[in-house]
């Protein structure tokens, strides 16, 4: 197989399309403390519930950045490590 940009940027090493994948342990667990932060919304338990959505999207999009399959998988990470930078920030 030719090694083209292409081939860098949507491939894995075993020549296939990859995209997107099956959500991981951290993905599953932003999206669980995600949808409970929506049902409390107030006290100490929505506190933890932000930290722990932001401490596990955080941890997804590091893998992604660092260990992402093909080069689009890695700059996803990129931009939802620089979204959660930038949302904190403001």
Known sequence: MEN??????????????VIAQPPNLPLIVWF?????KLVVTTGEINTVLD???NG?????AWLELFQ???????????????????????
């Open 56 to 60: 596990s999207l955080f941890t997804w």
């Open 32 to 36: 669980t403390t995600s949808l409970l």
């Open 68 to 90: 992402g399959v093909n080069y689009f998988r890695r700059a996803v990470g990129l931009g939802v490590f620089i979204g959660i930078i930038v949302s904190r920030i403001q």
């Open 4 to 17: 083209t940009l292409f081939d860098k940027t949507f491939r894995d090493d075993d020549g296939k399309i």
């Open 51 to 53: 930290i722990l959505a």
